[in-house]
């Protein structure tokens, strides 16, 4: 069956680095495309982005430009999100969402989901 | 501000039908037939229960159902059951910017 499992937790000072892994089972890797959705708390969810498991070309959602880094490491089926110069605001638990089929460009399967937490 | 618009919170008693509604404009909603609705429950990661306005994955109850008018996605659940109370969101294809979705603010729903 198809599983993401992501990384655990993080506590990260203000301009530090984080980089969260998400890491498939059950399936191609290369044969979906991954996406990464923020969830900063109590509140909805955003969309980041995507990222081409065939290619490795990433797509940023507004505002997730820059600081954020989306990779692949297909030899071990493991996509990454790599956030650079952590600011307060990036508190939130970050999913990996795999696309539901080759051609349905919807989040039908989802990690379970990091808390990264930015505080001095 | 979420790009596109639902109510905060919703409720019914079990056995009941309710909607929630999900509004957004012609370049989201309105223009494409790529709607899709998410359940989350309190600490878990969400689901998806509605694809292209109104389609179901493979598990999901029929209970719950999706359509669309104009720039406006609603998702109906009947027979309401203590399990459906959970925050559900609305997703949309938007041309606004380059290949990009939005979510909905999420409604929370609440089984009386």
């Known amino acids: 069956q198809v599983q993401l499992v992501q990384s655990g937790s993080e506590l990260k000072k203000p301009g530090a680095s984080v980089k969260v892994s998400c890491k498939a089972s059950?399936?191609?890797?290369?044969?979906?495309?991954m996406n990464w959705v923020r969830q900063a708390p109590g509140q909805g969810l955003e969309w980041m982005g995507w990222?081409?498991?065939?290619?490795?070309?990433?797509t940023y959602a507004q505002g997730f430009t820059g600081r954020f880094v989306f990779s692949l490491d297909t030899s071990v089926s493991t996509a990454y999100l790599q956030i650079s110069s952590l600011k307060a605001e990036d508190t939130a638990v970050y999913y990996c969402?795999?696309?539901?089929?080759?051609?349905?460009?919807?989040?039908?399967?989802w990690g379970q989901g990091t808390l990264v937490t930015v505080s001095s | 501000q979420s790009a596109l618009t639902q109510p905060a919170s919703v409720s019914g008693s079990p056995g009941q039908s309710i909607t929630i509604s999900c509004t957004g404009t012609?370049?989201?909603?309105?223009?494409?037939?790529?709607v899709s609705w998410y359940q989350q429950h309190p600490g878990k990661a969400p689901k998806l229960m509605i694809y292209?306005?109104?389609n179901r994955p493979s598990g999901v109850s029929n209970r719950f159902s999706g359509s669309k008018s104009g720039n406006t996605a609603s998702l109906t659940i009947s027979g309401l059951q203590a399990e459906d109370e959970a925050d559900y969101y609305c997703s949309s294809y938007t041309s606004s910017s380059t290949l990009s979705a939005v979510f909905g603010g999420g409604t929370q729903l609440t089984v009386l």
């Open positions: 292209e306005v109104s």
């Open positions: 990222i081409n498991t065939n290619t490795g070309n990433p």
């Open positions: 059950g399936y191609t890797f290369t044969s979906y495309a």
């Open positions: 969402a795999r696309d539901l089929s080759p051609v349905l460009r919807y989040l039908g399967y």
């Open positions: 012609s370049s989201d909603v309105g223009g494409y037939n790529y």
